[in-house]
């Protein structure tokens, strides 16, 4: 062996212990951050959870002095949202005026919008294959604490350590594809989930609610990075209750009729 290759085999050997050391480092806070939800028990025995309470954000709307401009003012909506494996997921907003439905069904999604006194009158979107990805994503996030990643076709990574509101936390990186990632900050004396940023919003979690012993999130606040500011209260957590397929299949629609996909 020359000189030259000597040198390159011990560069890649070095990267390989780095690459091996911060797997492990990945693993070593995932084990604590799951710890702090529940016991491996308890955790593994979920197989869906039903979200149920309120969303509260702000939207604009004209003045009505000066079309120009724009007021904000509060919206208040219902929110269901049921997970479930291995990937179908069901978000339902309810508002006096209207109800919209988002659906995963494993590869197929789907979106329906009904106003109210207009039941039988109800319009329905397809999912674009970006949009069914996110979804696919968003389930595994909600369903398996932190911990599988790799069999999805996804990786963790260890990204060092950062300070949230005075809190030292690691910051483990969770990508699921080239546009879809989590980046989780994480307390390094409790393991408590302290911050999570996509490549669109910062997510904080608030309270917490035990329930067939795993802790969950009592409020939700996003922050996007364009947009307002949106709060998610749960009011009721549900885990394992009995859910069908029928329940996120897409709904039966006349012969004449074709929906439209959505736009990216």
């Not at 994503?137 to 950062?162: D, H, M, P, Q």
């Not at 910062?202 to 329930?211: F, Q």
């Not at 749960?234 to 996909?261: K, S």
Request: with cysteine; aromatic share 8%; glycine share 6%.
């Amino acid at each position: 062996m020359n000189l030259r290759s000597a040198w390159r085999l011990a560069v890649l050997l070095a990267l390989a212990s780095v690459t091996v050391r911060a797997d492990e480092r990945a693993e070593e806070w995932i084990t604590k951050a799951r710890a702090a939800l529940g016991s491996e028990e308890a955790l593994n025995a979920v197989t869906s959870v039903h979200f149920i309470g309120t969303l509260e954000t702000t939207e604009k709307v004209p003045d009505k002095d000066d079309p120009a401009k724009t007021n904000e003012r509060p919206v208040r909506l219902a929110i269901d949202i049921i997970f479930a494996k291995p990937y179908r997921e069901l978000y339902v907003l309810r508002s006096d005026k209207v109800t919209e439905t988002t659906a995963l069904d494993d590869f197929d999604g789907w979106l329906r919008r009904v106003e109210a006194g207009h039941e039988d009158r109800w319009q329905l979107r397809l999912l674009s294959p970006g949009q069914i990805k996110q979804l696919r994503a968003s389930t595994w996030e909600n369903l398996s604490f932190y911990r599988g990643i790799e069999k999805r076709g996804g990786r963790v990574e260890y990204r060092g350590e950062a300070e949230v509101d005075g809190h030292p936390c690691v910051i483990l990186y969770f990508e699921h594809s080239d546009a879809i990632s989590y980046t989780r900050y994480f307390d390094q004396a409790t393991g408590i989930l302290r911050k999570t940023t996509t490549e669109s919003n910062e997510i904080r979690e608030e309270g917490s609610v035990v329930v067939n012993g795993v802790r969950f999130p009592k409020t939700l606040v996003n922050k996007p990075a364009n947009g307002p500011v949106a709060t998610i209260t749960f009011d009721t957590i549900r885990v394992n209750e009995p859910v069908t397929t029928a329940m996120f299949a897409m709904p039966t629609v006349p012969n004449d009729y074709t929906a439209t996909p959505v736009a990216k």
